[in-house]
């Protein structure tokens, strides 16, 4: 498998470099015969000349007690190595570090200078030369949007922004995106390591997952459940209607939460958020313009047919079953997580004023705002040969007995963690949002769309204690 690694080779300087005027490129300078051990040696360093908008040093020095960087105009401040930068901007940089003792003695500074193109002009293989203009979008619908299709990628018990480390601690999930996220994944992992089921491979690195959706399994003769190998009602994964690029089957957006599209924000990489409530329960059902379900055939809207669900309806064979979900689309523009993972992203509000509808004061970044949208079809395999429907259907999340009378689907929520080029996300949302189009097939409105899916490993662990995990 191909790992975006490959792009950052490794440069070995021995000895100190001395910086030049910071708007001039860096040159080097061996010192190897008079060298201290305080002098730093950088081992791991971009390209001098890149399409990345981040950066991963490696550096060391013999004696050092600790060590501070300082990157472009920032000041110095303390940093470790490997030190990762999520966030680099376009045209020349340079990293200053300097090591020193444990009597606070600092050593040579050592520099390293490198340009970052725009992919875009510079081109890639994951985009594509398209001829087709996306069109404006429909009145009384979304303010702007751009659409992708992800394959599935695989299914674990973990969850790196809940249970960070901690290895089958979470309910089944299904995972798209980048295809080696585990519980150890982080910010740095998700840029560096493996490729995308999703349009765009590695311009489009960040990770999404939702709870499995479980159907009961039928013997498809009798009607009678079928039990697990441990004497236990056996479920099975109903998987959604995903990576087939000739249907085009969107099931992730990009699109604008606020009325001001001006004011909206790129989403800063390394962002993680959720969306919905894991621990839903009967009586507590959520607010449907957050998490719902739907049939195909209600044809259901918010502008003119709003008829939504927040638990899993009856949808009859041949029919699909549809979910909606929407993440909190302003930021309060300092964290890129919290502690109960929430509390640094907010929704938009409307109070009747002139702003119509916009970000709250407490969160006041209107940021791009993320959204799933899955189809699942109402197939004979996983529905009982009588009813023929998805009655019964339950998610991996669903903390509730389901039953006849109590439908399942009140856990839906999903996690999203940010890895997107950000040359790439601010131009989604500079063409597509904010020029009010509607951008299909990650078709990004510049002459180029993303390329195409790509299967992940689809590893499928076995469904454990109804998909709630071990």
């Not at 013997?219 to 190998?229: A, C, H, M, P």
């Not at 507590?284 to 047919?305: G, K, L, V, Y």
């Not at 964290?335 to 006041?364: F, I, W």
């Amino acid at each position: 498998m191909k790992s975006i690694k490959q792009y950052l080779p490794l440069l070995l300087l021995g000895g100190t470099l001395t910086a030049c005027d910071s708007n001039s490129n860096t040159e080097t300078t061996s010192v190897d015969e008079t060298s201290s051990s305080l002098d730093v040696t950088l081992a791991l360093t971009p390209d001098e000349t890149t399409s990345l908008r981040y950066a991963q040093f490696e550096f060391s020095a013999p004696d050092a007690a600790g060590y501070e960087c300082a990157i472009n105009e920032e000041s110095y401040s303390e940093c470790e190595s490997p030190l990762f930068k999520e966030d680099i901007a376009l045209g020349s940089n340079w990293l200053s570090v300097r090591a020193y003792d444990e009597s606070g003695e600092f050593g040579e500074v050592t520099s390293y200078n490198w340009y970052v193109n725009n992919v875009i002009f510079e081109g890639h293989e994951d985009l594509v030369a398209t001829n087709v203009s996306p069109s404006p979008v429909e009145p009384n619908s979304w303010r702007g949007i751009f659409r992708i299709n992800c394959d599935f990628a695989h299914s674990s018990y973990n969850d790196p922004i809940v249970f960070p480390g901690q290895k089958d601690a979470a309910h089944l999930h299904r995972f798209y995106g980048n295809t080696v996220v585990d519980e150890n994944t982080t910010m740095a992992s998700l840029y560096t390591e493996g490729e995308s089921s999703c349009q765009g491979n590695l311009l489009n690195l960040s990770s999404y997952w939702v709870p499995a959706l479980l159907a009961p399994v039928y013997d498809q003769i009798t009607g009678e459940r079928e039990l697990d190998d441990n004497g236990d009602p056996a479920w099975q994964v109903v998987p959604a209607v995903v990576g087939n690029d000739d249907e085009a089957h969107e099931v992730f957006y990009y699109s604008a939460g606020v009325d001001d599209l001006d004011s909206i924000q790129p989403l800063p990489p390394g962002l993680r958020m959720i969306a919905g409530v894991a621990s839903t329960r009967p009586g507590e059902e959520q607010d449907t313009s957050i998490a719902r379900w739907h049939c195909q055939t209600w044809e259901s809207n918010d502008a003119s047919n709003p008829q939504f669900s927040a638990t899993i309806p009856e949808c009859q064979e041949p029919d699909r079953l549809r979910m909606d979900l929407f993440f909190p689309s302003c930021w309060d523009g300092e964290n890129l997580d919290s502690e109960d993972h929430r509390s640094h992203m907010a929704y938009p509000v409307n109070d009747g004023g002139p702003e119509g509808t916009h970000c709250p004061d407490s969160h006041p970044v209107p940021v791009v705002r993320v959204s799933y949208h899955y189809a699942f079809g109402v197939m004979p395999e996983f529905t009982h040969p009588v009813e023929k429907s998805s009655k019964g259907w339950r998610l991996a999340a669903d903390m509730y007995e389901v039953t006849n009378e109590q439908a399942g689907g009140l856990s839906l929520h999903g996690d999203w963690f940010n890895a997107w080029h950000p040359t790439i996300m601010e131009a989604i949302l500079s063409n597509c949002i904010k020029e009010g189009l509607d951008c299909h097939d990650g078709n990004l409105a510049n002459g180029y769309r993303l390329s195409g899916t790509r299967e992940g490993t689809q590893e499928e662990p076995p469904i454990v204690n109804r998909g709630l995990g071990y």
